[in-house]
């Protein structure tokens, strides 16, 4: 029996399977770095306790889950992403932006999980927020350095561990960008947000849309890749984990299908998963040594796998208004309300 980790239901059914090499092949290609592959494919055997972890869907609220849900800690994001990137500009952030505009903001206080190297928090110092009122937590040493030059209050550890245990009730307003679905011990990821949030705070969040994963993995793109994602968040599932923790979800949108930028999305999503299959010539051509000639080998083959994408094309355009863009976007409020007896997920 495998338990939900976001609604507690026990009705989960298996959806498929991924080895550790498939999984290692996801994120380096073993051509190019072959001892970094080794490594990353027995490192992904040891955190899962097995050499494969099955995807769950719940039927009750609809997340979708890595068993064991277990989360990438700093060995796998070290052996998987030798050169981090960050997007400057995201859906999301413009949505957020929009909604703090009609709030009242002055003298308030914020905090983002995952900030990178800032690129929201640009965004809003100084137009919503002092600077000196805005605090930030990144685990990567050279986006720490960057976000302390730009002048945020900056932290390293887990916003769990017991160097927040002082900052009860200490921020107005908590971000977290594409972060969430990264982590397990869901429950005390949202225990914790109620704890730092002051009354009538609110949260915004920003996770993968479960609609655009399953249709990528459905029609020949990539797949949502435990360990690095390990939860596939739906409204559902927001609700229902707000529920259990007395906080309130007020508002969960889609970003919007935009066809110029599914195209450009699927034409290298699908070109990366070729690029999985060992002896392929996507496998290959990312095999080369990286250089402009490699980028624009990547991009000609691309190009050609192109045509074979017209019937998972046509398909998203005919579902463009239910699978929407590639984030699900979130507020959650703190109301005042006595506080609810939490129920704790059993241990998987």
Not at 158 to 168: L, V
Not at 186 to 207: E, H, N, P
Not at 237 to 242: N, Y
Not at 264 to 277: A, N, Y
Request: hydrophobic content about 40%.
């Amino acid at each position: 029996m495998t338990i939900c980790p976001a609604c507690g239901s026990v009705s989960t059914a298996k959806l498929f399977e991924v080895t550790a090499d498939e999984a290692s092949r996801h994120f380096i290609n073993p051509r190019q770095d072959p001892d970094r592959s080794r490594k990353l494919t027995s490192h992904l055997s040891d955190l899962w306790g097995r050499n494969t972890c099955d995807i769950r869907k719940c039927a009750d609220c609809g997340f979708g889950f890595a068993d064991p849900f277990v989360a990438g800690g700093f060995e796998f994001y070290n052996l998987a992403w030798a050169y981090p990137s960050y997007p400057t500009m995201k859906w999301e952030y413009a949505r957020t932006i929009e909604e703090l505009a009609g709030l009242n903001t002055g003298g308030k206080t914020a905090l983002e999980v995952g900030s990178g190297f800032g690129y929201f928090l640009d965004r809003i110092k100084n137009k919503f927020f002092h600077t000196s009122d805005i605090s930030a937590v990144d685990y990567n040493e050279t986006a720490r350095s960057v976000l302390a030059s730009k002048g945020f209050k900056t932290f390293a550890s887990d916003f769990r561990d017991g160097s927040f245990n002082s900052m009860k009730e200490a921020f107005d307003f908590i971000f977290m960008f594409q972060v969430f679905e990264h982590m397990d011990q869901v429950d005390d990821v949202f225990a914790r947000l109620k704890y730092l949030l002051k009354t009538q705070g609110s949260v915004f969040i920003a996770v993968p849309n479960e609609n655009r994963t399953y249709y990528m993995e459905s029609h020949g793109s990539l797949v949502d890749m435990p360990p690095n994602h390990i939860g596939r968040w739906t409204k559902g599932a927001f609700d229902a984990i707000c529920r259990r923790h007395g906080l309130q979800l007020s508002k969960c949108e889609r970003e919007p299908f935009n066809l110029a930028k599914f195209l450009k999305q699927d034409i290298v999503h699908s070109f990366l998963r070729k690029g999985q299959k060992p002896g392929s010539v996507s496998e290959f051509v990312r095999a080369l040594p990286r250089s402009k000639a490699q980028r624009m080998a990547q991009g000609l083959t691309a190009l050609a796998i192109s045509p074979s994408r017209l019937p998972a094309w046509a398909y998203a355009i005919r579902n463009a208004s239910t699978m929407g863009g590639s984030a699900l976007w979130a507020k959650i409020d703190k109301v005042s309300s006595p506080a609810p007896r939490i129920h704790r997920q059993a241990k998987q």
